[in-house]
């Protein structure tokens, strides 16, 4: 935590630099151009994220046979990534490249027989063998008739 101020100071000098070196070599309204892109593309990726990124972090887990901590943590990774890309500078935008790759590290959790993680055969959260998330049946919609609201009215009950 010490170093963590000096660590912003340094990030904001380098992309106060990058912004400069950027708009020298393209020209200042192709840098321009590029960062409200960067930030709209942030936005945008922001608006996305919201609860898809919880039932992405489960959904790995419930299906996947081999889940890596860097899987886990996509749903992390991608909003910070958006609020890199909405910061102003190419240093953060070079950043949150990195972090949207499609990287895989080593399995944390192997997934059992049963559906359970580290061989919890009692997880009340599993599928079922052979497809038992289907549910068959019938339903019909029913409106209450005219005659039978105006019944109801006549003898209701005081």
């Known amino acids: 935590m010490r170093f963590f101020g ?11 630099m990058s912004i400069v070196w950027v708009a020298d070599w393209l020209g200042g309204g192709a ?10 593309a942030g936005v945008m990726m922001l608006r996305h994220t919201g609860i898809s990124g919880v039932l992405l972090a489960g959904s790995a887990m419930k299906n996947g046979g081999e889940i890596s901590l860097y899987q886990m943590l996509w749903p992390i990774r991608y909003a910070v990534a958006a609020l890199l890309l909405m910061s102003p500078g190419f ?68």
């Open 6 to 16: 000096i660590g912003f100071l340094v990030l904001l000098f380098l992309e106060i």
């Open 31 to 40: 840098t321009l151009a590029l960062m409200v892109l960067s930030f709209i």
């Open 91 to 158: 240093v953060s935008l070079v950043i949150a490249l990195v972090l949207l790759l499609p990287i895989k590290g080593k399995p944390i959790a192997q997934m059992n027989t049963m559906g359970g993680t580290f061989g919890n055969a009692n997880n009340p959260f599993r599928h079922a063998p052979g497809g038992g998330d289907i549910i068959e049946g019938e339903y019909t919609v029913t409106t209450p008739s005219e005659k039978q609201k105006q019944d109801y009215i006549e003898h209701k009950p005081d």
